[in-house]
């Protein structure tokens, strides 16, 4: 089956292309609305590459630049020729607890809690529409970030507010890298030859942005990001856990209104906000030129990742594996061993000579005896997308 998956940004759609669940082409349509806007296709069979340069009005422009790359390449003669288009939606709400076949009614329910995700959901949308218009045949299929996480218990995903904002608005926590907290605990079970509906594990998806699940039986029992992806770990730019009366003291003291409140903790905090740069490499090529500030952002987000990890240590009754992923996840070792250094007396047993300057592959990275099993697994959340695209359209 031919599977085409799309990510659309507000400004961009990245995209992969998928013949019998192997990657066949990749590419991203950039600075969507701009006059330097740029479309590439990447053939991985054949290592070669295929651009357009130029203004991209809209997604339905950049879209069609993509199918005239396709017929270029030779990979496809047009859109329709494919089996299924699956698209990444971060937000379902309370509804879309599932992934599902799109109709009018699920756009309809994407448009209705986009809300709560305004810089994600309307780009789905026009993703999603723009695909529909371009290939009618073609069956599109929304995953959502959220739907991973709908296995939480409501204990789990309940906020302690007055209840009628459940009721009536639905504000909970929803949890989100859903697809790739998924795609890497099914990996780990299998690489530790573990049945999924056995497997507990505690997963580290630690990128630009930053997210740890608590695994149990196969699924999410919960998860560090809540209603919107800014709970939880102190990220590139994202705060993380704050006390929540620092948002009304803000509009006190600064004169700061709430979107300006919600641009300072979205995109103006985490590292960059302690130290000015939001890039962990960067991070730590300053600590060695001696940064106090960059050490503190570091020394923060070693410290509320670790407690992160130990509190779902303690709700799970067995842990098999601590699972690092994303750029993060799989490339930082010394996060790695930073972290497992401070849980070393709970048994987390980091073998240093496997993870100095591993990156990016599959492997089992505890000492031989470890109390609980500590894994690199690389995320791919584009093959998970297509596996439960092809899975419904059949």
Do not use: W
């Not at 003669?77 to 699920?106: P, S």
């Not at 592959?361 to 439960?388: H, M, N, R």
Request: hydrophobic residues 40%.
């Amino acid at each position: 089956m031919k599977i085409l998956v799309l990510n659309s940004g507000s400004s961009s759609i990245k995209f992969k292309l998928y013949e019998d669940k192997t990657a066949v082409a990749s590419g991203l349509v950039e600075k969507i609305g701009e006059g330097d806007s740029k479309v590439e296709l990447k053939d991985i069979t054949k290592d070669k590459k295929y651009s357009r340069e130029g203004a991209i009005a809209n997604h339905e422009v950049g879209l069609s630049l993509v199918n005239e790359l396709f017929k270029e390449s030779g990979l496809l003669h047009d859109l329709d020729e494919l089996d299924g288009c699956g698209h990444r939606v971060v937000q379902g709400g309370a509804k879309l607890i599932n992934h599902c076949v799109v109709d009018e009614a699920v756009l309809n329910e994407i448009q209705r809690v986009s809300v709560m995700a305004p810089l994600h959901n309307p780009a789905h949308i026009a993703g999603i529409k723009t695909m529909q218009k371009a290939a009618p045949k073609v069956k599109n299929v929304a995953v959502f970030d959220t739907a991973f996480h709908s296995t939480m218990p409501d204990f789990a995903y309940m906020y302690a507010l007055p209840y009628e904002y459940f009721e009536e608005d639905k504000i909970r926590k929803y949890g989100f890298h859903g697809t790739s907290h998924s795609y890497v605990s099914k990996k780990a079970a299998e690489f530790l030859g573990i049945e999924l509906n056995k497997f507990n594990a505690i997963t580290a998806h630690l990128g630009n942005g930053a997210s740890v699940s608590a695994i149990e039986c196969g699924k999410c029992v919960d998860t560090s990001m809540g209603f919107t992806p800014l709970e939880g770990l102190m990220m590139g730019t994202r705060c993380g856990d704050i006390d929540p009366a620092i948002v009304p003291y803000l509009t006190k003291t600064k004169g700061l209104n709430p979107d300006q409140i919600d641009n300072i903790m979205n995109k103006k905090s985490g590292f960059l906000g302690i130290c000015g740069f939001n890039d962990l490499r960067d991070v730590e090529a300053q600590i060695k030129k001696g940064d106090k500030k960059a050490k503190l952002a570091q020394d923060m987000y070693i410290y509320r990742l670790t407690k992160y990890i130990g509190s779902y240590f303690t709700i799970l009754p067995r842990t098999d594996a601590l699972i690092f992923t994303a750029g993060i996840g799989e490339n930082s070792d010394l996060v790695r061993k930073l972290v497992c250094d401070k849980l070393a007396h709970l048994g987390f047993e980091l073998d240093e000579s496997v993870n100095k300057g591993l990156r990016g592959k599959l492997c089992e990275i505890s000492k031989v005896g470890s109390k609980v099993k500590i894994l690199i697994v690389p995320t791919d959340e584009e093959f998970e997308i297509a596996t439960i695209t092809e899975n419904l359209i059949k």
